[in-house]
């Protein structure tokens, strides 16, 4: 991703105003969720289902404290290390003082307030397949949760990484809108794709990068590089995964594989939120992953 980003920033900083009005950041404006009454507990399942938790708790954070978004996890790639902001409630250290229509465009076009696009660290990629009234809710819900004082870091990256104007390209290029499988009218299906491919963002680190660095639909869930760039992400599509729905619900609730080992990595956060989701929903995301083209 790193080095077609590089690319987009110089073509960007290159091509000056044309290239910033094609790929201007996207808001979502106080109107278009006016009529949108925001449901605390539908909030709360969408936190869980994003994994919001996994980037923006303290590291090593356990149980409710999980819901202190103080940030500050770190994540090594090779164009640096991004630093997950604090989105606890504190009006300066946080996003206290955020209107909802702030947030829900953070979260479901990847623009800050001031208008500057953000890194696709965040997976606003995925999230932007969202529904509306879940990201509204999700928003309420953040604004029952604790303050924290802590400052967010800043991200520690080279040039030419540290211009974001080129994101914006990358935007128009490589996020899709598109659903990758499609379920014929089955409801759990359509709920486990929604699940998977919006809020759970499980492609982001399961399913390898076109040229472009956007997700490759066709060999969906298949397997990638790990983006700290040591070791790999396995592929989870049914030409490698033989596991009953039983055994990846088990495994997506309790973190024990079928054959009783245990999970790790980056996937452990995965496990604890989704542990969190109705059984259904689960459920829902075994069935999906049943229906998935195979992949050797
Ligand atoms: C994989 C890690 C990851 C996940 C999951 C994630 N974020 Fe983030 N988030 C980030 C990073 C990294 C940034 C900083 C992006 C940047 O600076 O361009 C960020 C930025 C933000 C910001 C902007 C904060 C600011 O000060 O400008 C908000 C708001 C936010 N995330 C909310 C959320 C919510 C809500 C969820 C769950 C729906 C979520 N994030 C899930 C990593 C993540
Ligand atoms: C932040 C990266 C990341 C995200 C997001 C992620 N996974 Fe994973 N996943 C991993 C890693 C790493 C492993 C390997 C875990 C291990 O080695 O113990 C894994 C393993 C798995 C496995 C077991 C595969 C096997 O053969 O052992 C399943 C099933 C799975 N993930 C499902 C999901 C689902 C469902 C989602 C979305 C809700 C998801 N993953 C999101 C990183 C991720």
Redesign the pocket.
Known sequence: MLRFLAYLTLVAVAAGGASLIVTRPQTIPDSAIAGIEADLARGEQA?HA???A???AAKGAEGEARLILAGGAT?ETPAGT??????SQHPEAG?GEWSRAE?VT??LAGT?PGGAH??P???YGS?AKAELADIVS?AAF?ETLPEDPTP?AP?DLGFPFNI?VGIGLWKSIAVSNDWVIDTRGDETLARGRYLVEALG?CG?CHTPRTATQGLDSTRWLAGAPNPSGRGTIPNITPGALDWTVDDIVAYLTTGFTPDFDVVGGSMTSVVQNLALLPEADVRAIAAYFKAVPPVE
């Open positions: 936190f994003a994994g919001c996994s980037c923006h994540f991004f630093v997950a902001p604090n989105i996003i947030i953070a979260i800050s953000y890194y660290a965040f997976p999230y999700l953040l967010s991200h974001r963002h982001e």
